[in-house]
């Protein structure tokens, strides 16, 4: 009789215990043993935590299978949090080791010493290689012309916007990274783009399991692995590999130590001058190929989602379209553009660009940091391992801020007087801290140089009789890009400038 008192006894003191989520976390939800409370499949996993603000606050924790989450959506709060050294690792997901070559290679997925060898190697080589300068700006505009002249063999018809918006955002990463570029019409470059968009696709289904129950890849069998879309996300990345290894072979046939060219030539001297040095950071040939791959992922689809869903604004709202480019036809003669340090000369334009930031959202969960320590925020504590998530795209909904947070009002960047108002409160679309974006910069001037060219020679407009929808992929993962749409282009007449 004690015997079996004694097992009850402990059997629920063990329930008590799994079910009960610790008390120094901050509030949120701990659902079952083992399990923990997954999360809806049906719809976006950043609308499910913006449900769960007004019932459990600014930090909320949610144990998904054997992950404890802790999301933080307050502008204030992902500030303070993102500022912390023991707050910038990134945690040991699955589905971040394919990104990274298996190994937490280059710099969005690596941790520690690597991480930060490769971020300022990258940051210093974009500097070396124009980002920020004038000689980088010009290369934008040469796109830029590119692409006008292939927009006109497009006009008049209802169409997708055409593939070469894509392929001109590519070549300006790909000639800092490999002196590289592709025609507008080149398959290889449309293929580029295809394997950048697809990969982010990879991520969206069940695959995510394998990151909230790290144990599940060792024991499942190859047939789980395929449904699951672990050997779908596995393939993507290995074809990703075989092209930039034939780049980088390349690269290492015509090196000339004297002249280098890119960033590839870059690093492969550094990996020369450092060869047999004891370092926790070494120059290797995989962590070089992560970091491309890196490069060309986050250089080329957040623009390209950013620009895209740009357009489709602009389409809708047809009058903010308008007043943009009598603004551009004032400020700007025709075929010829503004750098971007004169972009005060076109106050609604940037209005415009940081209003689609803020309403789109491209990337609405930061992709996820981990605790490599136990530390205290706003009185909670966030154990060693913990998965820390900042929910940018509640900033930019919070009522709190923005006077009309789930509407498309450019007037929320604009001062009374029509000049642009830089307002920095709740403004997040390239993160904040030690993990922020490496290409902010370069995103910013390719934005403003692509729209600038684009609204100064077409017009763009919704085919006859549609509505368009600002709708978004339905199960967006880490990029929220807009749902496949068509739109008429019109080439533009030219327009007597009026001062």
């Known amino acids: 009789m004690v015997t079996e008192f004694l097992l009850f006894a402990l059997v629920f003191v063990f329930l008590h215990l799994a079910f009960k989520k610790p008390s120094r976390l901050p509030p949120g939800i701990w659902g079952l043993p083992i399990l923990g409370k997954l999360p809806d499949t049906s719809t976006s996993l950043a609308e499910q935590v913006k449900k769960l603000r007004p019932i459990y606050g600014d930090i909320i924790t949610w144990r998904m299978g054997s992950r404890v989450n802790v999301f933080l959506c307050n502008y204030e709060v992902i500030k303070r949090a993102m500022a912390k050294l023991e707050l910038s690792d990134r945690p040991d997901f699955h589905t971040y080791s394919v990104f990274s070559s298996g190994s937490m290679l280059g710099i969005v997925f690596s941790n520690g010493a690597l991480w930060q060898k490769n971020r300022r190697f990258a940051l210093r080589q974009l500097r070396d290689l124009g980002m920020g300068k004038t000689c980088l700006e010009e290369v934008m505009q040469r796109e830029a012309g590119y692409l006008v002249q292939d927009f006109k063999k497009h006009t008049g018809k209802e169409q997708p916007l055409p593939l070469s918006l894509g392929v001109a955002i590519l070549n300006v990463v790909w000639k800092m990274i490999a002196d590289m570029r592709y025609e507008m019409d080149d398959p290889r470059g449309q ?46 990345m290995e074809r990703k590999l075989d092209k930039v290894s034939e780049v980088l072979k390349d690269h290492k046939d015509t090196l000339d130590p004297s002249h280098p060219r890119d960033l590839i ?163 997040l679309p390239f993160g904040t801290g030690r993990r922020a974006c490496v290409g902010e910069s370069l995103t910013k001037v390719e934005i403003f140089v692509l729209l600038t060219a684009l609204l100064q020679n077409f017009t763009f407009s919704p085919p006859q009789g549609e509505t368009l929808k600002t709708e978004r992929e339905p199960y967006p993962t880490i990029i929220s890009a807009p749902k496949p749409y068509r739109v008429v282009i019109e080439e533009r007449q030219s327009v007597k400038r009026e001062k």
């Open 265 to 427: 030539d870059q690093y492969l001297i550094a990996m020369d001058h450092t060869k047999g040095e004891a370092t926790d950071a070494p120059y290797t040939e995989l962590d070089l190929l992560t970091m491309i791959i890196d490069l060309l992922d986050a250089g080329t689809e957040t623009t390209l989602s950013t620009v895209r869903w740009a357009i489709l604004y602009l389409a809708k709202y047809p009058e903010v379209q308008a007043r943009v480019q009598k603004e551009i036809d004032q400020e700007v003669p025709r075929n010829s553009f503004l750098f971007y340090n004169e972009r005060n000369k076109l106050p609604y334009l940037e209005a415009v660009i940081h209003e689609v930031h803020r309403i789109a959202s491209v990337v609405p969960l930061a992709l996820s940091h981990a605790a490599s320590a136990d530390i205290m925020l706003d009185g909670y504590l966030i154990p060693k391992g913990t998965v820390v998530v900042p929910h940018l795209e509640f900033c930019h909904k919070d009522s709190q801020i923005w006077e009309q947070p789930n509407e498309f009002n450019p007037d929320h960047f604009l001062n009374p007087d029509g000049s642009f108002n830089n307002r920095k409160e709740g403004f």
């Open 191 to 236: 293929e580029a783009i295809e394997l950048v968009v697809s990969g982010h696709e990879s991520l969206q289904g069940p695959v995510f399991l394998f990151d909230l129950f790290p144990w599940l890849l060792k024991v499942a069998p190859p047939f789980l692995k395929k449904k699951l879309g672990y050997d779908k996300l596995q393939r993507w």
